[in-house]
């Protein structure tokens, strides 16, 4: 079965590395990307290692991103990173609404898309991540809690949404070893592939990402709306990570 929409294998580090340990894990999946390959290889690293990461990877198949962006341009804002710096340092891409950050953070749903907007107008694509608690699935919530999550982004329509990535990432199934089956993540989905479609974006890749690793990959890949990974602790380990790339 042909895919018709280039499978995508993303790596969040999350908060790890060093700069040292970074040089040895970037320099083996540079020794292990395959250029015009079928599959696309990216990471989203922690912004103080944005300026190394793009030293290594510049000019490679590798693209790279960061984890989170400020909904605003520039000012009084302490701590916080801008699209436009982002944008400063080669990023492709940028995660919005992990659910480390919903839950950490606050995030609302309104906020993500806010910051989704911002990256979209620095030229960066971001990676909408959504997902449900294990309770909210256990009450049958899981499809009302992911359409609230979405609402906001769909919103911003067709031309944004075509631009973008969603991230399935089951609360449940995130650094907890236990991943969703082929067959639950494939009907989220379909649920979030139907969302995009009746906003004229069917075509927007949908990751799926919690405890992807090389062994569980094919089968999730083969599912039919399922267009990649989004992976955490796997993508710190180059062989792992690389062999989840090539399943
Ligand atoms: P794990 O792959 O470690 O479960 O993390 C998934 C994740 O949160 C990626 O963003």
């Not at 490679?60 to 804002?77: F, L, N, T």
């Not at 916080?80 to 919005?96: H, K, N, P, Q, R």
């Not at 631009?163 to 009907?187: H, L, N, S």
Request: net charge neutral; proline share 4%.
């Amino acid at each position: 079965m042909s895919h018709p929409r280039k499978r995508l294998v993303m790596g969040n580090w999350k908060m790890h590395g060093s700069l040292q340990d970074n040089a040895a894990l970037l320099g083996a999946l540079l020794s292990g990307a395959v250029r015009g390959g079928d599959t696309e290889l990216a990471v989203c690293v922690p912004f103080p290692y944005l300026s190394q990461t793009q030293a290594l990877l510049s000019g490679s198949p590798v693209s790279w991103g960061a984890q989170d962006v400020s909904i605003h341009e520039r000012g009084a804002y302490t701590g916080e990173t801008s699209a436009a710096m982002l944008a400063d340092f080669g990023c492709s891409w940028v995660l919005c609404g992990h659910s480390e950050r919903r839950a950490m953070h606050a995030e609302s749903s309104s906020l993500v898309a806010a910051k989704a907007s911002s990256a979209l107008a620095c030229g960066l694509s971001p990676v909408v991540c959504v997902g449900e608690t294990l309770p909210e699935r256990d009450a049958g919530n899981a499809e009302r809690v992911i359409g609230d999550q979405l609402d906001p982004v769909l919103a911003l329509g067709a031309g944004a949404l075509g631009r973008m990535v969603i991230a399935y990432e089951p609360v449940w199934a995130i650094g907890t070893g236990r991943t969703a089956t082929p067959d639950q993540a494939q009907a989220v989905h379909a649920f979030i592939r139907a969302a995009l479609s009746r906003r004229g974006a069917g075509q927007t890749r949908i990751l799926y990402g919690g405890s992807v690793k090389a062994a569980n990959a094919a089968a999730l890949f083969a599912q039919p709306d399922i267009d990649g990974a989004l992976v955490g602790g796997a993508s710190l380990v180059a062989d792992e990570f690389l062999k989840i790339a090539a399943a």
